[in-house]
């Protein structure tokens, strides 16, 4: 019979490994996570700073964006459809509603509303990227200490 020995050190140093990685993964998507609602709170903020120069419909509270504008809430259906989640290896943000895609890709009616050449969801992820990168970090190093 043969008997193998394993030094106790090594196997506590193995456990130390196995939940380093666990809290790591932990980490990534707690940051991944507070990332997402950051790029959410931009895309609603876009949506409400500045001014528009599009139409002015009378039964709509506010002016229409125009092309090139970032698109204006009328009702705050858009702002409430946007929603956030994340997993070890992606962060998503995205909307429910068919008008969010419109604005974004345009239809025959209307030109599409992307900003400095991004569609308002881009501009946002954009925007947030480097906020991203310190929410990713802190999640982690919050985790492992």
């Given amino acids: ?19 380093s990685a666990e809290s790591f993964k932990k ?27 599009g139409r002015k419909y009378r039964n709509l509270p506010n ?3 125009a092309p090139g504008e970032n698109p204006r809430s009328q009702n705050r259906s858009l702002e409430r459809s946007v929603y956030y989640g994340a997993s070890e290896n992606k962060i998503v943000v995205g909307s429910n509603v ?11 009616y209307m030109e599409a509303r992307p900003h400095k050449d991004l569609p308002f969801f881009e501009l946002a992820m954009e925007q947030e990227e480097r906020n991203t990168e310190e929410y990713l970090k802190k999640g982690v190093i919050d985790e492992l200490c």
């Fill in 63 to 65: 002016r229409s964006s």
């Fill in 98 to 108: 068919d008008h969010a895609t419109y604005l974004t890709e345009g239809t025959r």
């Fill in 1 to 19: 019979m043969l008997d193998i020995h394993v030094p106790k050190e090594t196997l506590v140093y193995e456990n130390k490994i196995i939940n």
């Fill in 27 to 53: 980490g990534i998507n707690r940051g991944a996570m507070n990332a997402g609602r950051s790029i959410q709170k931009r895309i609603i903020t876009n949506l409400n700073i500045g001014s528009r120069s």
